[in-house]
């Protein structure tokens, strides 16, 4: 009992242990003793006296056995058949005497011109079966039918070459056809199809079956269906041609060259009477006179009539027995292999949408849905001036074609093409060896499948030239079809003739670059002119280059803004189609532009931000000591008089504010990056960079999204970012400055407050002078004396702040003299021996006191500089000249006197970045456009540009603070 108990637990348990799991079998595993019974979806015995039946799925009877029941599968029962009665019947039920033998099967056989008889009229069974001889006397020219169940009429051949239904030598059976031997017969065909991809030549049974049969009947009787099966073997062939074999594509040459007397089809010299048209001439060479000499005589526009945006294309399609089928439109995805929605099918033949489809396909589906091949003649459907429709031929380009074993499709040279009519999508009958039901050993595919639409040049209204379609073929050895697989394409590509916009472009490039070098040159004299040097040597040299790359830059960017914007503007707002994009092969000397712009850039605001953080700078101070302290003398004990200490909070303020502005720029780089980035995801300005003919901001998602043109997505990126910022900018300089705030005017302002001027020399002997003297003599003092010197300045009771007397000039660009410089230097070395103050704690009291002693010493150079005290080392005060303005230059070279030139525009902006903000938003443009173009993908551009913009920033608030606690040994603590 307990036995019992357990093993009814164990039987409870076990499937909850196992779970739902059971062993895969399929009906291929089962051997022929066992059958694939489909309920339990396992292997299941077959019973006695049986074996598998053909499906797998049941079990039949032995040979000599009949069966007494069945219910299918296993449920079979079988019983041995008498002796004298060895035969079954067809259906197997019942036992027969065969008087001509047995089959394999154990069933009844008679003669090839006999047919089987087991049954009486009224269906009784005979004892004996009887094989009755069909009648092939002229009365009735009968024969066996090819299941030898019936007797049917002739083949006509027959009746016509032996007036029976005998076939006999001399004459010729082939292919259930007879053929007289006294009649001239075409070449004997070669029954092999070679596969050149996997590298097998096979014995294709379908050929071999039908190949010399179908040329024969096609000779001599010019029989349609024949010629049509012939021309689908050549075509199976892949339409290749060679003098050294008499393949299906020789046969047909060889009749279509000796049938020139039945005339041609519809005054198409290459379509003869009764023969299929497969080829555009006999030899290569006449392609570019088929695909360019005639346009098609209708017009295309992108919004129209839904005849005038729509590509109508037919097909004729035939099976491979050369029968025709019927006419189908391409609508539906009837060349697409790879399934999807009707609308996104559909989308291929919209007129301007550039169509990518790929997928992978299962070769067992291929199998399944492909087991007989359609071929297609391909036509283009129009509307006549009489309203009568048209058709117009499209031909094919087969790159797996071979001409005298040579590729002749593969290149690019249009007059080496071999242009053919006739195509299939799958062929699995050629690769069936010896037996045509069984699978095929090899298939081959249309993995790639392109219909190339081309615009006449210069056309106004939309004219095309015919449409090519071309055709690829992968070829597959079928091994395991359920693990199999093969990628297939489809794509509709627009083209026109690039080379005069290509001519324009570099016409375009050599005009502006030639004057980008003369323009490099005058910098590069102008640069001369401030270094003070005259001298031409490898710096010069290395300078002209360093001014040469942002000139070119700037010529390559104006030339892909005026591409991308161009394209943009004339192909989504066109009409009547006049222009097409440029295919993506076509687009890399665009993409090679915006490299070099953006490298070129790249190396000029390098070069920018190095001269910005090792400018010299200093700040006068000009306040002069309040009468006298007693101070005591360290180390004697004794107290003395000494000049009452200037305070250097002033200092520290300006030189705090002037690190504060010296990265803020004339926009703000976070909103314009977010900005670009919402108009282009959330608005759906992305949209207008897609290769189709539709200026529409949002797409449905039902709807098909064609691939992204990188011309339209630069040409759409830049013109935000330029319209975004050209925004920004005017609202800076017509509101914020003049109504918020104008950081470098109050600079400048709060310097005069300050009695503070800032010294630049951003070159050796050129730089820039802000002059802070105040009006009011002194700027260390209490608050009611500050309010009462701003009230006094601004009731104008008192003098102008300009540097001049009766003035307001403030602001300067300094020339200055060698000799200057060569002053300056000797000081500014002891200045900056030290690299600024350490802490105080843990610096020498002689180095500090140093220090201090050498910024006296250059605050005292440069004030009394400024007071003329120097007469040999004096300046002068006057306005530049236009052309001087324009050039960027100084035609005076300050010999003895140096020049300071009044300047208006705060130019000393250009050591800051405020001054550089055109080449700093071109660089940002660029970084955004290079991201985008590598990696399609706005938002990821979006972000790694804000990050380079913060990261540059960063390095150049770290570095330019640290040079402005060098050079003017203001400390780097007191920075905040």
Not at 238 to 244: K, P, R
Not at 475 to 498: A, C, H, I, K, W
Not at 700 to 713: D, F, K, N, Q, T
Not at 726 to 744: P, S, T, W
């Amino acid at each position: 009992m307990a036995t019992a108990a357990a093993l009814l637990l164990l039987f409870w348990i076990s499937p909850s242990a196992r779970g739902f799991s059971l062993p895969l079998q399929r009906p291929g595993d089962c051997g022929d003793e066992r059958y694939f019974d489909i309920s339990r979806l396992s292997c299941g015995p077959c019973g006695a006296h049986q074996r598998r039946s053909a499906s797998g799925s049941s079990c039949v009877c032995l040979p000599g056995y009949r069966m007494v029941s069945n219910n299918g599968g296993s449920s079979v029962i079988c019983e041995k058949c008498p002796e004298n009665m060895s035969g079954v019947t067809q259906d197997g039920w019942n036992c027969i005497t065969c008087p001509k033998g047995l089959t394999s099967e154990g069933k009844c056989k008679c003669l090839s011109n006999e047919i089987l008889v087991e049954r009486g009229v009224d269906g009784v069974l005979l004892n004996e079966a009887l094989c009755i001889v069909c009648n092939g006397s002229p009365q009735s020219f009968s024969a066996s039918d090819v299941l030898g169940s019936r007797c049917v009429r002739c083949e006509q051949t027959f009746i016509n070459v032996s007036m029976s239904c005998d076939c006999s030598s001399p004459n010729i059976l082939s292919g259930g056809l007879c053929f007289s031997a006294r009649e001239s017969l075409p070449p004997k065909g070669i029954a092999t199809v070679r596969f050149g991809q996997v590298g097998v030549t096979l014995t294709s049974a379908w050929f071999l079956k039908n190949l010399e049969a179908s040329a024969s009947a096609c000779w001599l009787y010019s029989n349609l269906t024949a010629c049509q099966a012939l021309g689908n073997m050549c075509v199976m062939n892949m339409n290749s041609l060679s003098s050294s074999s008499t393949d299906a594509c020789s046969l047909f040459q060889y009749i279509y060259a000796n049938t020139a007397r039945l005339g041609i089809v519809h005054s198409i010299a290459f379509w003869r009477h009764n023969l299929p048209w497969l080829y555009y001439g006999d030899q290569p060479g006449l392609a570019s006179k088929v695909l360019e000499t005639n346009h098609l005589p209708t017009i295309f526009s992108f919004k129209g009539r839904s005849e005038d945006v729509k590509l109508q294309f037919i097909a004729a399609s035939y099976d491979a027995a050369g029968n025709f089928l019927k006419w189908q439109s391409l609508e539906g995805g009837l060349l697409q292999l790879c399934p999807d929605t009707q609308t996104k099918l559909n989308a291929a033949y919209v007129f301007g949408t550039t169509y990518e489809q790929s997928c992978k396909i299962s070769i067992a589906k291929i199998l399944l849905d492909f087991s007989n091949p359609v071929f297609y003649d391909l036509f283009f459907e129009y509307n006549g001036d009489n309203g009568q429709q048209y058709l117009w031929a499209v031909p094919v380009l087969n790159l797996n074609l071979q001409y005298s074993e040579m590729y002749v499709n593969q290149g690019s040279n249009m007059n080496n093409w071999l242009l053919t009519r006739r195509f299939f999508l799958v062929d699995t009958l050629s690769g069936r060896e010896n037996d045509l039901g069984k699978l095929p050993r090899i298939i081959r595919v249309a993995s790639k499948i392109t219909i190339s639409i081309r615009l006449v040049s210069h056309t106004q209204k939309g004219t095309i030239y015919p449409p090519l379609i071309t055709v690829a073929y992968t070829d597959v050895l079928v091994q395991n079809p359920d693990t199999q697989s093969v990628m297939v394409s489809f794509s509709v590509r627009y083209e026109m003739n690039q080379s005069e916009a290509q001519i324009q472009t570099d016409i375009t490039l050599g005009v502006l670059g030639g004057l980008a070098v003369l323009w490099s040159l005058l910098r590069t004299a102008g640069w001369k002119r401030r270094t003070g040097s005259s001298v031409i040597d490898l710096q010069t040299v290395f300078k002209f280059f360093l001014f040469y790359a942002g000139d070119l830059a700037n010529v390559f960017f104006i030339i892909t803004v005026g591409t991308g914007i161009y394209w943009l503007m004339f192909f989504k707002a066109q009409q009547f189609v006049s222009v097409l994009l440029p295919l993506p092969s076509q687009e890399k000397a665009f993409v090679t532009y915006v490299a070099c712009a953006f490298s070129l850039k790249a190396l000029q605001f390098l070069q920018l931000l190095v001269s910005q953080l090792t400018v010299d700078i200093f700040f006068i101070d000009w306040e002069r000591p309040k009468g006298r302290v007693l101070k005591a003398v360290e180390g004697e004990g004794d107290v003395k008089s000494a000049a009452a200490p200037v305070s250097i909070w002033r200092t520290y303020f300006i030189a705090n504010e002037w690190n504060e502005i010296q990265t803020v720029r004339k926009i703000n780089p976070l909103f314009q990056v977010l900005a670009v980035l919402f108009f282009l995801e959330v608005v759906g300005f992305s949209n207008l960079a897609l290769m189709d003919s539709s200026s529409s901001l949002t797409r449905s998602s039902e709807s098909y999204i064609a691939p992204w043109s990188r011309i339209l997505r630069f040409g759409v990126s830049v013109a935000l970012w330029l319209a975004i910022a050209f925004l920004q900018i005017i609202f800076f300089a017509v509101f914020y400055e003049r109504f918020v705030e104008d950081k470098l005017s109050q600079f400048v302002d709060l310097c005069c407050v300050s009695n503070i001027s800032v010294f630049l020399l951003s070159h050796s002997c050129f730089g820039y002078y802000i002059h802070g003297r105040s009006v009011h003599g002194h700027a260390d003092t209490n608050m009611e004396e500050m309010n009462m010197n701003l009230k006094r300045e601004a009731e104008n009771l008192c003098s102008q702040r300009g540097l001049l007397p009766n003035t307001d000039g403030q602001t300067f660009q300094i020339s200055i003299s060698r000799k200057m410089r060569l002053q300056y230097d000797r000081i500014h070395e002891t200045l900056t021996r030290r690299r600024g103050p350490a802490r105080f704690l843990d610096s020498s009291a002689n180095t500090f006191e140093q220090s201090t002693r050498a910024y006296n010493t250059m605050n005292k150079f440069l004030s009394s500089f400024i007071d003329h005290v120097h007469k040999d080392m004096d300046y002068i005060v006057k306005d530049k000249l236009l052309l001087e303005r324009i050039l960027g230059m100084e035609f005076m070279e300050p010999i003895e006197k140096s020049i300071f030139y009044n300047d208006e525009g705060h130019s000393f902006s250009e050591v800051l970045y405020y001054g550089n903000e055109t080449t700093l938003l071109i660089f940002d443009i660029l970084f955004f456009s290079v991201v985008d173009l590598a990696t399609q993908s706005f938002v990821l551009a979006a972000i790694l540009t804000y990050l380079q913009q913060e990261i540059f920033r960063f390095i150049r608030n770290k570095v330019g603070r640290k040079n402005l606690t060098s050079k003017t040994l203001v400390d780097e603590r007191f920075l905040i």
